[in-house]
């Protein structure tokens, strides 16, 4: 029903920025909310921010005041700003939306295949 691409992950040097997009498509009515999670090689993954559709945001301590996360309702596409990057943020990034797929309230969740952040000199 829903598809997720994501895109804007690679590699960069320590004090890099990059910016993740998670672009939904399929039966996409409204992005009710969005969490972002990152998995690092042999680590638990974990979440990195939730924002919800109460309009409240969280961050990770790890992130907090370098992470920035949006949402683009009318392009259906979820945004990560990374700031100030370091080698302990390389993980797989994974989007983790809820989304409305019709006026009865039915709504979707899921991960898709995520996106390499690679934070090396």
């Known amino acids: 029903q829903v598809q997720l691409v994501y895109s804007g992950g690679g590699l960069v040097q320590p004090g890099g920025s990059l910016r993740l997009s998670c672009a939904a498509s399929?039966?996409?009515?409204?992005?009710?909310?969005v969490e972002w999670f990152r998995q690092a090689p042999g680590k638990q993954r974990e979440l990195v921010v939730s924002?919800?559709?109460?309009?409240?945001?969280n961050y990770a301590d790890s992130v907090k005041g370098r992470f920035a996360i949006s949402l683009d309702n009318a392009k259906n596409t979820m945004y990560l700003q990374m700031n100030s990057l370091k080698p302990e943020d390389s993980a797989v990034y994974y989007c983790?939306?809820?989304?409305?797929?019709?006026?009865?309230?039915?709504?979707?969740?899921?991960w898709g295949q995520g996106i390499q952040v690679t934070v090396s000199p």
């Open positions: 924002s919800t559709s109460g309009g409240s945001t």
């Open positions: 983790y939306p809820e989304i409305a797929i019709d006026r009865d309230g039915t709504t979707w969740t899921g």
């Open positions: 399929g039966s996409v009515l409204r992005i009710n909310a």
